[in-house]
């Protein structure tokens, strides 16, 4: 697998063929000197851009018009003198060129339009990886890695499948066997067609050199769409915060991709936004905190920027890039080869995982509110996928929407039998004929109700939950019957669901008095919530969810949480290992966002103010007993306490991201 370098930038340069003076000022001394005040040491360049222009001399392609330099081959060359890496971007999923000039290539709705003609939001016009196209594209790559053999890697945009119903993709589905008319079957004819592009173009890219690194960007990296990945040497997890992903996209994704074999890295930007916004500047508390976030979960970095069409780097952007980044070089040596330390897994609700998903910030929802209790609550986890095994966690969540097959329940018995725990809310433990409970929570399942919104009751199991008083929650409930469990949460049904004929208030009838079945029960082993109530926590954000799950994983661990910290929910922590160092080292992160202004009609999160954290108390339960504690990169002695349970220590302060050295 290819080992990645830190500190990288992504230099979009999609320009279109109206723009005049292409590369003119281009000068290799500024470019090289934009590079060392960024403290970057790798940066994707381009050969072909979503406009479908070459920025080199090309037999295959089409160069840009208005481009009278070998940009491409002049910017490799300054890389080179200063050591810095330069993987070669090809648009592969996007070439407006080749589609005009072959609209055949262009994928057909089933509408039967090709693209709405005077949209102008976004390149609309997607190739076709079953047309001639695949061959003219691969002929572009492989004509790249000739020219530049000792290239370090080829990464290919705009991955996805599409449904396509072209006049010969037609005629192919029905020799395959697929039916056009069963959207299903559409869709599996558009998962064949991807593989065809990943063996193709993955060829390409190593046609020169076997072991040349290459990436397919989709926007999001699948999860569980092994076979997919596995076309890649590394991953590159694309993940704008302020661009419509939000900042708690990227630590699900790493928190699944650390669990596979690929070295990753993380993609921000260094726009207000988005891509393609010339003009746009973070705030550099904002690039400082997400690499620090990136490193904190075990990911090497990488900062997007679009060149100005004419060439010339621009030296504010690489001055913010380069506050971020000088933070970055001096932390490198705690933040390689890492391996996280959890006790804690969610597993997937995720259904058909081994289908490729692409598309900008995509997660699902009930993984995504457990990860959020999760991070709020400062305990590290890791995402598996279907296809993982649960060995070595203490306790895995199951979130609604997962499904308990004969497999799945076969290998949560085990689970359970060799110590494991268990929190399960919704579907997650019912059988796949929604009939019984596929693993024994220590209840009987009765049905479900149709009664929406209940509340939530507070019980003396749940000591966490500051408010006694009934707890609205939307969504239907299974109604359940405790046999040998106890009753972790009560339920109360409203007095009716509201409707044009009965209502109350403003939104919906308060709770009846009348006792029902129980919202959620606990025995030594199994938690489980008769509510969606992960989905509800990301839907509705209501802190008091997040409490009635505190104390489930309070009482399946014994009071014993793998962190306890007095840092603030919007703080987040995460334990990496390395092994042959022996130490640990924890990270701790804190920064806080407000919310400005729109983008794509989603509100924009943004970091401005650094707010230093002072007197941070951490307590840290971990496998090997911890000899020694230091502040790093900046060397200082931490005084601890350390027992055959876990270590103790006070951070006085420290400001956005902070590592501490656990030595073993």
Not at 28 to 33: A, L
Not at 96 to 101: C, K, R, S, T, V
Not at 356 to 369: N, P, S, V
Request: hydrophobic share 35%.
């Amino acid at each position: 697998m290819h080992h990645l370098r830190f500190r990288q930038v992504h230099l979009d340069f999609h320009t279109s063929g109206l723009i005049p003076g292409i590369g003119e000022k281009f000068d290799k001394r500024r470019f090289q000197e934009a590079l060392k005040v960024g403290h970057v040491d790798s940066i994707t360049l381009f050969s072909k851009c979503h406009h479908g222009y070459s920025y080199h001399p090309t037999k295959v392609g089409q160069m840009h018009p208005h481009l009278k330099t070998d940009l491409l081959a002049r910017q490799i060359d300054a890389c080179r003198e200063i050591n810095v890496r330069c993987p070669i971007y090809l648009s592969a999923g996007l070439d407006e060129l080749a589609a005009f000039a072959n609209p055949t290539w262009v994928v057909k709705k089933k509408d039967g339009t090709l693209y709405k003609p005077l949209e102008v939001e976004w390149f609309v016009r997607i190739l076709r990886f079953n047309s001639p196209y695949l061959a003219y594209l691969c002929a572009q790559i492989e004509e790249v890695c000739q020219r530049w053999p000792d290239n370090d890697g080829i990464f290919l945009d705009i991955i996805g499948t599409h449904r396509d119903y072209s006049d010969d993709a037609l005629k192919e589905m029905k020799q395959l066997g697929y039916n056009p008319e069963n959207d299903d079957d559409v869709q599996r004819y558009a998962e064949e067609v991807l593989y065809r592009y990943f063996k193709a173009s993955t060829a390409a890219a190593k046609s020169v050199n076997k072991d040349n690194p290459v990436f397919h960007n989709s926007g999001h990296i699948s999860l569980g769409a092994r076979k997919a990945l596995s076309f890649n040497t590394h991953l590159e997890l694309e993940s704008l915060p302020t661009g419509g992903w939000g900042y708690d996209h990227f630590p699900m994704s790493a928190r699944y991709v650390i669990t596979q074999k690929w070295d990753f890295l993380g993609m921000t930007g260094k726009f207000h936004n988005t891509w393609g916004e010339f003009g746009g500047f973070k705030r550099p508390a904002a690039l400082r905190y997400e690499c620090g976030a990136m490193l904190a979960y075990g990911a090497k970095c990488s900062i997007g920027d679009q060149l100005h069409p004419n060439g010339e780097m621009n030296l504010d952007t690489y001055k913010l890039i380069g506050a971020a980044y000088a933070e970055v070089e001096k932390k490198e040596p705690w933040c390689d080869y890492v391996k996280p330390v959890v006790k804690i897994a969610i597993v997937s609700a995720l259904q058909n995982q081994g289908s490729w998903r692409g598309g900008h910030g995509q997660t699902f929802e009930a993984d995504e509110g457990a990860g959020r209790m999760l991070l709020e609550l400062h305990q590290p986890f890791v995402v598996l996928d279907e296809q993982a095994d649960w060995t070595g966690y203490d306790l895995v969540i199951l979130p609604e929407g997962f499904v308990m097959t004969p497999a799945k329940a076969a290998q949560a018995k085990k689970f359970l039998a060799a110590g494991g725990r268990i929190i399960a809310a919704g579907s997650a433990l019912v059988d796949p004929e929604k009939t019984a409970f596929a693993i024994d929570p220590g209840a009987k399942l009765l049905g479900r109700t149709t009664n929406n919104p209940d509340y939530l009751v507070a019980t003396p199991l749940t000591p966490e939950v500051p408010v006694k008083s009934p707890i609205v929650i939307h969504g239907c409930a299974y109604e359940i019957k405790p046999t040998t469990a106890k009753v972790l949460v009560e339920r109360r049904e409203s007095y009716f669901n509201r409707t044009w004929e009965h209502y109350c208030s403003h939104q919906h009838a308060p709770d009846a008095p009348k006792k029902v079945s129980p919202a959620a029960t606990v025995n030594s082993k199994i938690a489980y919530f008769a509510h969606n109530i992960f989905s509800a926590y990301r839907t509705y954000g209501q802190p008091l969810y997040r409490d009635f799950f505190a104390d489930a994983l309070n009482h399946l661990l014994n009071g014993k949480l793998p962190v306890e910290t007095n840092l603030p929910t919007t703080a987040r922590i995460n334990v990496m290992e390395q092994r042959k160092e022996k130490r640990y080292v924890a990270h701790l992160l804190y920064a806080p966002t407000s919310t400005r202004g729109k983008f794509n009609g989603q509100p924009v999160e943004i970091i401005e103010d650094l707010i230093p954290l002072r007197d941070v108390s951490v307590t840290l339960r971990l496998p090997r007993k911890v000899k020694s504690a230091r502040l790093v990169p900046e060397g200082g002695e931490l005084a601890f306490t350390a027992n055959k349970d876990g270590v103790s220590f006070t951070v006085p302060e420290f400001t956005a991201h902070q590592m501490i050295e656990l030595g073993y």
